[in-house]
RNA sequence: GCGCCCAUAGCUCAGUUGGAUAGAGUGACGGACUACGAAUCCGUAGGUCGCAGGUUCGAAUCCUGCUGGGCGCGCCA
């Protein structure tokens, strides 16, 4: 709808350039909006006011030119204002917001999708926990998150390809077998001492009973054991991650392990790469990147004097690979707290010729816990925090997915454990998830009467005639640009907020006519209540596709 | 000390990339079910958009400087 009266305006101000009426400049960027106050019409422009200068002339006489001379070949509109400083406002006739609602209707699950990403291909990488430990509230919010956003790209027609990095190579792994033969010993010894540093949880505890129920840990040298703690360790911890992710509605396509980046010679490779392009060099007996002037305030050390990578080594080769995998674009979500990596990373991509562009890094805050009215501190070290897994048995997936999506990730989250266990109306989720039940409802009683959805409404515009009515159609009509601008700007969380705006409007339809029954959706007129029906299953449609995208359910009965 | 993020109603947060009178939820108070689901709706109260400048037709939004909070600045992982 928007492209199409941008077609009307860009039309008009050829022909007012053809025939003199404005002189001919080019065109400065100018927006057309939906207004946030109705009074203001379906959509305003803000041209007359950015062409003043160069047209050198006032915003109004400019409005009153383009008004005057409006090609509105197809008779899209229904009125044209000119307004405050230099607005123009529109309103759009009733039979084509009708016709966008006999889309909705038509397309169902597929109204929204469109192919704003053909031609791109993004790698998504999230969560990339490692698996040293179970997953926890933060890691969940990055799962919702880039899953949510994979979902929203590839409804908009991205190529999406979804990977998990897992971190196993080197100390972190090492640390774990040792804590986890560490409990083992602990079992028939009490005293025998725990690795500094080591993992504390009590599903190290668990590791290791279910190890030693495998393998007799007492044959092996206490060298090879701990590799075996280790490697079986990080298998086992994987398996739970996975777990846990498909239950959370998560899939990944591509499981990266840091290790076989190693075992490959995919490390050195890259790091001959770089150091044809002179980028390499050896200082106090370790190698160097050469990241400073690309970003970076200082070299970074790729190889310790003792021989041993670093993890930075891995993940330059990890993402000059993914590079080299043809993405057309690639999209990391981190913790916060990563946030002082990202200028070494696109330094080092950039070393290579990958432009700044190329990649984008999501920052999510951290999350807080809330119980009683109290914050829950959360340390691995100590192993006191709250697992994914606790959190979805106790107040279930929606619930934990919703609060995720609904804050901007950039903005830390206090998630109030209490009131997301709610099952009422504090809890947010369900304010949409009604709204969808709700109307299946209303199907249910209707088709108890003998009425149904009609394939073919007719003319509904005679039958929708209530503002509220056509503001449920022209607020639907948005949700496919809504979806496109959050592959922009990568921000998943206004989907969250739309559905709940469409949400409201539903319910404040639907209690007009508790008080005036004429305005119910199934009246005596079998007609009426038709489009009405018609118009209710484009509404209940945008909430479930949204929904989906969201990753959470769609219910018909709550 | 340097860098990144944040600061909007009592609380938790939105704010359509610079638009017209800054909005929800929650909490407080008052209302609406003998007909489509009250997990809902309506009303009242609540604001110097952290502070001070600047940019322009126009600023919560962009720039600069402060204040306050979070995080990061290793041949750690």
């Known amino acids: 709808m928007k492209n199409r009266l941008d077609a009307i305006l860009m039309t008009t101000i050829d022909y007012c350039f053809d025939q003199g009426i404005l002189s001919e400049t080019s065109i400065p960027e100018y927006v057309i909006e939906i207004p946030n106050n109705p009074a203001h019409g379906h959509f305003a422009t803000n041209l007359p006011m950015t ?8 915003p109004l006489d400019i409005a009153k030119a383009i008004k005057d001379n409006l090609k509105d070949e197809e008779e899209l509109l229904e009125s044209v204002d000119i307004a405050g400083p230099g ?3 529109f309103k759009i006739r009733a039979e084509e917001w009708c016709g966008i609602l006999s889309d909705i209707v038509r397309v169902k699950e597929n109204y929204g999708r469109n192919d704003a990403g053909s031609g791109e291909k993004v790698l998504v ?6 698996p040293t430990g179970p997953l926890h509230l933060g890691h969940g919010r990055g799962a919702a998150l880039g899953d949510t956003l994979c979902r929203i790209l590839s409804f908009c027609g991205y190529g999406v390809e979804r990977e998990f990095y897992i971190n196993d190579a080197g100390e972190q792994i090492r640390l774990l077998g040792e804590s986890v033969f560490c409990r083992f010993r602990q079992i028939y010894d009490p005293d025998y001492p725990f690795p500094k540093n080591g993992y504390h949880g009590d599903y190290i505890l668990d590791l290791a009973r279910a190890i030693s129920r495998e393998a007799d840990l007492n044959d092996l040298s206490q060298e ?10 990080r298998e086992m911890m994987l398996e739970e991650i996975k777990e846990d992710l498909s239950r959370f509605r998560v899939a990944f396509d591509g499981w990266y392990s840091e290790m076989d980046l190693h075992r490959s010679a995919l490390l050195q490779d890259t790091l001959g790469a ?3 392009k002179g980028y390499l060099y050896e200082k106090d007996g370790a190698l160097w990147i050469k990241t400073s002037g690309l970003g970076d305030d200082k070299d970074r050390v790729i190889r310790k004097s003792d021989g041993q990578f670093t993890y930075f080594a891995s993940d330059i080769a990890y993402h000059l690979q993914k590079y080299e995998r043809g993405f057309t674009k690639a999209i990391d979500i981190w913790g916060a707290d990563h946030h002082g990596y990202i200028p070494r990373i696109k330094a080092s991509l950039s070393a290579q010729g990958v432009s700044d562009e190329w990649l984008s890094v999501m920052l999510i805050q951290l999350v807080k816990l809330w119980a009683g009215g109290q914050e829950i501190r959360m340390s691995k070290r100590a192993g006191t925090f709250v697992t994914l897994r606790e959190l979805m048995d106790d107040v279930g997936v929606d619930a934990v997915r919703f609060v995720f999506l609904m804050k901007n990730h950039e903005s830390p989250l206090d998630f109030d454990i209490d009131l997301v266990k709610k099952e009422d109306s504090d809890n947010p989720v369900y304010y949409v ?3 969808h039940a709700r109307i299946c409802s209303i199907f249910r009683k209707a088709e108890a009467e003998g009425v149904f959805v009609p394939d073919n409404p007719g003319d509904l515009s005679k039958h929708l005639v209530l503002e ?3 503001a449920f159609i022209r607020a639907m009509a948005g949700f496919p640009s809504l979806l496109k601008e959050i592959c922009v700007t990568l921000e998943p969380h206004r989907l969250t907020y739309y559905l709940t705006d469409l949400a409201a409007l539903f319910h404040r339809y639907f209690n007009l006519g508790t008080k005036i029954s004429d305005h119910r959706i199934i009246t005596g007129d079998k007609v009426l209540t038709q489009a009405r029906l018609f118009l209710a299953e484009g509404v209940r449609t945008v909430i479930a596709n949204g929904l989906n ?3 959470i359910e769609a219910p018909e009965k709550m």
Do not use: H, P
């Open 87 to 89: 607005f123009i406002n």
């Open 433 to 435: 998830q009604y709204a």
């Open 51 to 58: 062409l003043a200068s160069s047209q050198r002339r006032r």
């Open 224 to 233: 090879d054991a701990i590799i075996y703690c280790a490697q079986k360790g």
């Open 274 to 276: 770089i150091k044809e």
């Open 549 to 551: 995208l969201l990753g």
């Open 125 to 130: 990488e999230f969560v990339s926990a490692n």
């Open 468 to 470: 509220e009515e056509l």
